[in-house]
């Protein structure tokens, strides 16, 4: 079955320091994978998104995530962290029986902190 | 702001009763979707609709029913409600099938 695991529950950074949220996904061929962050309050806005093609996305708000197929791992990263970064992020994988980019199976979230 | 609106952004009701949540999508897109976030389950798809038609149906209780009307609004209907189904009701809406989803704010029901 499809599964997304986000292993780390609660991260804390220093402002400035770099950052990276795990994230690893069992899927039987080539999954679409997104990252999604949530500010408390708001909804959830996509960072990235991963089809195909260049392992290395780039997203906004200086967000970059590594497919790699070895690992099933769709990690996010970030090489400054400003305390406007202080939310909960979630990786996502698209649903192999729905077919559209909505249709998702979330992780259960990481919640960062940043330490000013 | 996402386009995409959803009301009411929270609602308190009792057990047994039955509420509706209402989404406006983002103004041309055809597709709806709504998730449920609760804190034992966290993010789970509910259902698709597509242009007025159910899509995809995911871990949606035979309680809940959803629609989509003509004018692309969508509502969710929950009834026979259980202290459970206190949750963060997000509705989502693309374009088409293979564009980006955007979601709305939520919908944050407690059932007391």
């Known amino acids: 079955a499809q599964s997304v695991t986000q292993p780390d529950i609660h991260i804390t950074v220093s402002e400035g320091a770099s950052l990276e949220l795990r994230c690893n996904y069992s899927?039987?061929?080539?999954?679409?994978l997104f990252w999604y962050v949530q500010s408390p309050g708001q909804g959830l806005q996509l960072l990235l998104k991963?089809?195909?093609?260049?392992?290395l996305v780039q997203g906004i708000k200086g967000f970059e995530a590594e497919f790699k197929r070895s690992q099933s791992s769709f990690n996010l990263r970030k090489p400054s962290v400003h305390w406007s970064d202080a939310a909960e992020y979630f990786c996502?994988?698209?649903?192999?029986?729905?077919?559209?980019?909505?249709?998702?199976?979330f992780g259960k979230g990481t919640k960062l902190s940043v330490k000013p | 702001d996402s386009g995409v609106t959803q009301t009411p952004k929270h609602l308190i009701t009792a057990t047994g009763q039955r509420v509706t949540l209402r989404c406006s999508p983002r103004?041309?897109?055809?597709?709806v979707y709504w998730y449920q976030q609760s804190l034992d389950q966290g993010l789970q798809f509910l259902i698709q609709?597509?242009?007025?038609?159910?899509?995809a149906k995911g871990n949606i209780l035979e309680r809940f029913s959803a629609q989509q009307f003509p004018d692309l609004h969508s509502e969710l209907n929950l009834s026979s409600l259980e202290l459970g189904d206190s949750a963060l009701y997000f509705c989502?809406?693309?374009?088409?099938?293979?564009?980006?989803?955007?979601f709305g704010q939520g919908t944050r029901l407690t059932v007391v």
């Open positions: 989502a809406s693309s374009t088409g099938l293979n564009t980006e989803a955007f």
């Open positions: 991963y089809f195909s093609g260049d392992t």
């Open positions: 609709y597509y242009n007025g038609e159910e899509r």
């Open positions: 996502a994988v698209g649903a192999r029986w729905g077919g559209s980019q909505g249709n998702l199976i």
């Open positions: 899927y039987g061929a080539t999954p679409y």
């Open positions: 103004s041309g897109d055809l597709s």
